[in-house]
Structure formats: C-alpha cells, structure tokens
C-alpha cells in the first residue's frame, strides 16, 4: 500500500480566514513534504519534516505554518493567505534518510485551494 | 545545482502510436530518476523509477532507462491509449544532507486521440 490521503479535497477561504490542511500515511514513512502546484507547472517544495522534526523551509511565508503531530500525520495550518497562494498543495511521504537511493517520495492526491 | 530538462510538449499521438518523452538531468552525485504522471484533476503518481546507471524501470508498459554516458532517462511506451493522457514530469532525488530533495522537469502533456 502506497497511499497518502488529504483532506479536504476543495478549499475555499477569505483573506482573513484560517484553515488547516491534513495529509496522513500509514506506510511507516519517516520523511513528509508539503509542495505547492500552480497551473502546469512542476511541485514546488515548500516544507521536509524528518523524523517528525523540521528539516527544510523553503524561505516559505508565515502565512503558511507546517505541523507534524507524530509519524503519520502533517498539517499545514493557513491564515492570511492572498489570492495568489490559490494552487494545488500536495503532501508526500518517503522512507527518509535511512532508505539511502531507494528513497521514494509517494504523493497524494492534493488539496485545491482557493483564495477569494 | 542539479536540473532537469524535459522536450518540449504538448505532444498528442494517436491511439496505439509508439511514445518516446525526453528527459535530461545534470546531477554532481549519482542521483535516482524518477517518472511521475499527474492524470487531470488529481496528484502525482509514481510511474517507475531507477536507481543506478543501466538500470531499467517499467511500468504499465512504460519503460525508461537509467544513462549515466548520456544522462538521460527517456520514457517510452510501445502502444499508447487513450487513459494514457496526462502531464509526464521527470525527476531526479539527490541526497543533500538529510533528505533526498526531488528536481522536477517542466512536465509535458500527452494528449492520446482515439
């Protein structure tokens, strides 16, 4: 099994509202990204929690605040966001470090966000 | 820094047609290749990957081979269909550090026409 499961599937939110977006695997992972996707565009990496700590910020706004709770679960809380954070924010998971080469990021299947 | 260069798309073939994608990495270490497709509408999957030169990853009747001389990782597929159409990204991990961050190519459409 190989799977990585997002909720909500759809989000729409004001300016001044705050939300929170929820992704969770249950394969043992240790290694769990946030990416952001616009409009035929590649991923674009926002946040890596390694062993459930911080690893990697990618110079990422504070409107956009990642949580990782335990191994299975990853958060990414939102408030203030502006029309153009509107995209396709997809979580993944990965063996992590130990996996060395055969690390493999798996993905789910995102959270479109709409910022009115 | 490390990159990835994919032909440009969109590219639509005719159903059973044979399917080549172009995929180019530059890389300082020996990085995994990775193909990706996203179906409309949905995330990323795994379509195979490769982790040594030479290596042969397949899936689904896609193939793509690991060229360390050319450093490259076409995609190919005999016989496409029409569920075949979707947005194809090559990618290549590299460990730095802790993790193994993914570069990603600018993706292409495949358009499949019955």
């Known amino acids: 099994d190989t799977e990585v499961t997002q909720t909500p599937k759809h989000l729409v939110m004001g300016m001044t509202n705050k939300k929170s977006l929820k992704c969770e695997q249950h394969m043992g992972h240790r290694a769990m990204y946030w990416y952001k996707q616009k409009a035929k565009k590649p991923p674009e990496l926002m946040f890596v929690?390694?062993?459930?700590?911080?690893?990697i910020n990618e110079s990422v706004p504070s409107r956009f605040s990642p949580e990782c709770p335990n191994s299975s679960l990853l958060n990414l809380h939102l408030h203030a966001l502006q029309p153009e954070d509107s995209a396709l924010y997809l979580c993944?998971?990965?063996?992590?470090?130990?996996?060395?080469?055969?690390?493999?990021?798996?993905f789910g299947p995102g959270t479109r966000l709409t910022v009115l | 820094g490390d990159s990835v260069t994919q032909m440009e798309g969109p590219v639509t073939l005719s159903e059973e047609a044979f399917l080549t994608i172009n995929c180019t990495y530059t890389a300082t270490g020996y990085p995994s290749l990775f193909w990706y497709v996203q179906y409309p509408g949905e995330g990323l999957q795994l379509l195979l990957k490769?982790?040594?030169?030479?290596d042969k990853g397949s899936n689904k009747g896609f193939e793509a081979t690991y060229r360390k001389e050319t450093t490259s990782f076409h995609l190919e597929k005999g016989s496409v269909q029409v569920s075949d159409s979707a947005v194809y990204f090559c990618?290549?991990?590299?460990?730095?550090?802790?993790?193994?961050?993914?570069?990603f190519g600018k993706g292409i459409t495949l358009s499949v026409r019955p």
């Open positions: 929690y390694s062993y459930e700590k911080l690893s």
């Open positions: 990618a290549l991990s590299d460990r730095t550090g802790a993790n193994s961050k993914l570069t």
């Open positions: 490769a982790t040594k030169a030479d």
């Open positions: 993944a998971s990965s063996q992590g470090i130990f996996a060395g080469v055969f690390d493999t990021q798996y």
